[in-house]
């Protein structure tokens, strides 16, 4: 079965984020198990570009396109989404169970 944020969502029971990680809770809604993932804290992976006018004429503006341009846990279906990496990681406990057309713990 494709790994796809949908079918890893019904699996996510709780997400910490701090400044250096994020942990992701995947629990098993039919054994109940709970595994954690926890992956490194990665902004924004894209470019932001800000010339030295915008930070001279507009410094607020500037600092807040800067720090708090948002980052992807999950959403818009994207394989770079941070869910997506954290269940990566994890995915050997997790088995894909065709009756319940979900992932279960294995």
Not at 13 to 38: L, M
Not at 63 to 70: E, W
Request: aromatic share 16%; proline share 5%.
């Amino acid at each position: 079965m494709l790994m796809t944020q949908q079918n890893i969502l019904s699996l996510l029971e709780y997400v910490k984020i701090d400044r250096f990680y994020v942990s992701f809770h995947f629990k098993c809604p039919i054994k109940g198990r709970t595994v954690v993932s926890i992956i490194p804290f990665e902004p924004y992976s894209g470019k932001i570009v800000i010339t030295w006018k915008d930070v001279l004429l507009h410094p607020m503006h500037s600092y807040n396109r800067y720090y708090h341009t948002p980052i992807t846990i999950y959403g818009n279906d994207s394989e770079e989404a941070l869910i997506v990496k954290a269940f990566k990681k994890v995915s050997s406990q997790f088995i894909w169970n065709n009756k319940e057309q979900k992932y279960v713990y294995n």
